[in-house]
């Protein structure tokens, strides 16, 4: 899955966003995601969460 630059707002937002696709509760729900990886930074990521289900 990949969120690109202005598909959403970055920081909160993006983790919300991707709360969500993991979850399936989002309208760009992609298929079979298991685990996702929000970073940020500004030109370089700095940092990294790494969210996930058992499902």
Avoid: F
């Avoid at 690109?4 to 995601?33: D, F, L, N």
């Amino acid at each position: 899955m990949s969120m690109r630059r202005g598909e959403t707002p970055g920081g909160r937002a993006a983790v919300t966003e991707v709360a969500r696709r993991i979850r399936g509760a989002s309208v760009k729900q992609p298929a079979g995601a298991v685990r996702v990886l929000v970073t940020a930074g500004t030109g370089v990521p700095t940092s990294g969460l790494i969210l996930g289900t058992d499902g």
